[in-house]
């Protein structure tokens, strides 16, 4: 069974950064397209960003220029550096492998933008 662990959310100003991370358990990592996730409270879990294979991004609309997607496929890991985060990025944030089927979802870590 897949266990994904995400980390490095936190509460943070308008305009500020964080980087968030995330280790997948599985040897396959490399072989995946992965991405970052977020949810509202109340709201549906929407994509961020993801990663395929061989390096090339994709992010939604109200991240792109802000939000840089990366991976580690010794290490097994996805990492998302956040810059000038806004109010509206406050979310639990999750990781995971694009779909239509998915690993177990994580607990998520939690990004709170706020003055």
């Known amino acids: 069974q897949v266990q994904v662990v995400e980390s490095g959310g936190g509460s943070v100003l308008p305009g500020g950064s964080l980087r968030l991370s995330c280790g997948v358990s599985?040897?396959?990592?490399?072989?995946?397209?992965m991405a970052w996730y977020r949810q509202d409270p109340g709201r549906e879990r929407k994509l961020v960003a993801d990663i395929d294979n061989a390096g090339r991004t994709n992010y939604a609309d109200s991240v792109t220029g802000r939000f840089t997607i990366s991976r580690d496929n010794v290490k097994k890991e996805l990492y998302l550096q956040m810059n000038r985060l806004k109010p509206e990025d406050t979310a639990v944030y999750y990781c995971?492998?694009?779909?239509?089927?998915?690993?177990?979802w994580g607990q998520g870590t939690q990004v709170t933008v706020s003055s």
């Open positions: 599985t040897n396959l990592f490399s072989r995946y397209t």
């Open positions: 995971n492998k694009e779909g239509p089927w998915y690993f177990d």
